[in-house]
């Protein structure tokens, strides 16, 4: 019995020294990236992201956070989807000052990693953009988000956004309006199937939308 309880203290042990190995080499690594992000090259800090993006904890998204305020706007890009460990109110809360950055690539991806936070807080603001951007693959990205977020809110503006001229947001609406599930959008959805010039990828995304629609109903 003896024998059995001092094997068990050992493995115990070796389960602990393991686990603070682990710890402590996480902890190290988390040094270098910090210390990359604050002197590093442009790519030295993408590889830094890239790698806390990775390890996928709350710790590694904090130390990410600096990237957000970069003065390379590849950086700042590369950031947004490096913080989203973070508890969702507080990633959504970051990145909303870069739904308004000057460069558009940057603006689009705050707004695919603002979407993944699945925060409500983020409709009004991707509403804004799907309706005013200058940049049709911005709004095409913000018409993308709102049904990653699933906010109902949203439900009138995507069907608005079904008309637009640009086809990718066409396409994100209608696939954002058939992940909401709202049967509110379905005569607006097969409206839009009548039109005899509508895109075939367009027309797709619609009959998905209308085909998931009907099958949330009967859940």
Known sequence: MKLQNLKECLSLSLLIFSFSIVIYGQSSNLEVYAEKLRFGTIEEKREALYQLRNLSTEIASRVAISGLSDTSEIVRATATHS??????????????PLLSEKFAFV?????????????????????????????????????????????????????????????????????????????????????????????????????????????????
């Open 83 to 96: 913080i989203l460990s973070l508890p969702s109110g507080e990633s959504c809360t970051l990145l909303l």
């Open 107 to 219: 603006r689009k991806e705050a707004i695919y990693a603002v979407g993944k936070t699945k925060n409500f807080r983020a409709t009004v603001f991707l509403i804004k953009i799907l309706e005013k951007d200058k940049d049709l693959e911005v709004r095409g990205a913000a018409a993308f988000a709102l049904g990653i977020i699933g906010d109902v809110k949203s439900n009138e503006n995507l069907i608005a956004a079904l008309n637009q001229k640009n086809l990718f947001v066409q396409r994100s609406a209608a696939r954002s309006l058939g992940q909401i599930g709202s049967d509110k959008s379905l005569i607006s959805l097969e409206k839009k199937l009548l039109e005899p010039k509508l895109d075939d990828d367009v027309r797709r995304e619609i009959l998905w939308a209308i085909a998931e629609i009907k099958s949330l109903s009967k859940l």
